[in-house]
């Protein structure tokens, strides 16, 4: 059964929740959008990376806000307690791109992102070379 345009809305929200927080720089506003369980895994090039959510939100602060940053959320599968979003992000830090994957389960009534998962472009790290 498709899910109601509610339910889309509800998982884009705490999507665009995360993706507030990495265009303030501010993990505190993006911590909402996670389960405390979270994990993050992706790869930089050939550097692979794994680990608690908490290592994002310390990139997040690290990293801080960048005027070029852009970014779009495509809901991409939607059931009763789980959906699939995939992140576009241009210019994290005013010159990484990526692409993440969110894995989201609705927990207690909310939508929560319990794995993240992210690969940065090919082109963004050959131009920091």
């Keep these: 059964m498709r899910a109601s345009l509610k339910e889309y809305q509800a998982v884009e929200a705490a999507a665009l929740q995360r993706l507030n927080g990495v265009a303030e720089g501010d993990s505190a506003i993006a911590r909402d959008a996670f389960s405390e369980e979270a994990m993050v895994y992706g790869c930089s090039g050939s550097q692979f990376s794994c680990g608690p959510i908490q290592n994002f939100f310390s990139d997040v602060d690290r990293v801080g806000s960048h005027p070029k940053f852009e970014a779009r959320v495509d809901v991409i599968a939607l059931e009763e307690t789980m959906a699939v979003v995939r992140v576009l992000e241009e210019n994290?830090?005013?010159?990484?791109?990526?692409?993440?994957?969110?894995?989201?389960?609705?927990?207690n009534g909310e939508w929560k992102c319990v794995v993240q998962v992210y690969n940065q472009s090919s082109n963004t790290l050959s131009a920091q070379s």
């Excluded at 005013?94 to 609705?106: E, P, S, W």
């Design 92 to 107: 994290w830090d005013g010159n990484a791109d990526f692409t993440d994957y969110l894995l989201m389960m609705k927990l």
